[in-house]
């Protein structure tokens, strides 16, 4: 099922060489219905002037990107955590972003169980303070190739036990295809995260076969194997109604002209459901 571009978002790292006024003014143009801002890109700006600016244009901030990295072997670590997720919170909020992406990470000095302890526990803290702002906080599981020291949270299943655990409105998930394709349980999980409401975000690109590099070679969408048209048809029967969010990290095409590159991306996009 293909919506409309104006119901497709795309994340400002996707076109990393751009800064937020090029990102706006170029997704604006081709029609692009929605912006997920990486933090990055708004040092040295007014964050409400900025979000202005991008309301103006016609966008629609989905999120802004990224908060988490909680656990540390370190207590003043994870307490510095805390204030940068805090200092997020305010961030999201002057932009006038509902939600915060959680890329939760992990310590490899110390278990998964003992990070995956330390993130419950650093949301859990912010649960009052992101409540006081009307900012959600959304927690992306990663590839299980990233436990070591970017996520101890890797499969849906945990993202959803933890959500559902947290208990509050403002605590959900945040499904990337990237991450969480090869899961065998991934439409059972994608329909209890519906069930209970925490579904909060769906982001897109593909994993191609042969990477380079598991960070920055992602594939735009129909160029890996992932079946993205299967696995949006489970988060659409969900009754999720958010924007498709395209997320690509990639050295390739970072590389390229980014107006040629856009071009790709919509292309992409556009027969990705023919």
Request: glycine content about 8%; overall charge negative; proline content about 4%.
């Amino acid at each position: 099922m293909q919506v409309p571009l104006s119901h497709v978002c795309i994340h400002s790292i996707t076109t990393k060489p751009w800064n937020i006024e090029q990102c706006v003014h170029h997704y604006s143009r081709e029609g692009f219905g929605g912006i997920s801002v990486w933090r990055n890109t708004l040092e040295n700006r007014n964050i409400q002037d900025t979000g202005k600016m991008i309301r103006d244009h016609g966008l629609e901030i989905t999120s802004l990107v990224r908060g988490g990295f909680f656990p540390s072997v370190s207590l003043e670590k994870r307490q510095k955590s805390i204030d940068d997720n805090r200092k997020a919170i305010d961030e999201a909020a002057a932009l006038g972003a509902p939600l915060i992406v959680l890329v939760c990470g992990a310590d490899p000095g110390q278990s998964l169980e003992m990070s995956r302890g330390q993130i419950k526990d650093s949301i859990e803290a912010l649960i009052p303070y992101a409540l006081a702002s009307n900012v959600k906080l959304a927690i992306e599981p990663l590839h299980p190739v990233y436990a070591g020291d970017r996520s101890a949270i890797n499969t849906m299943k945990q993202a959803n036990d933890m959500a559902l655990d947290l208990d509050s409105p403002v605590v959900g998930v945040a499904v990337d295809v990237y991450h969480v394709w090869w899961d065998p349980d991934l439409e059972y999980e994608i329909k209890r995260c519906g069930n209970i409401n925490k579904l909060f975000a769906y982001h897109i690109c593909d994993w191609k076969t042969g990477l380079s590099d598991v960070l920055n070679d992602r594939g735009l969408m129909g160029e890996g194997c992932i079946n993205i048209k299967q696995i949006t048809e489970w988060v659409r029967k969900t009754g999720f109604s958010g924007m498709e969010e395209i997320e690509i990290f990639s050295n390739l095409y970072w590389s390229m002209d980014q107006n040629e590159y856009l071009n790709k991306i919509k292309s992409s996009y556009l027969n990705l459901y023919k």
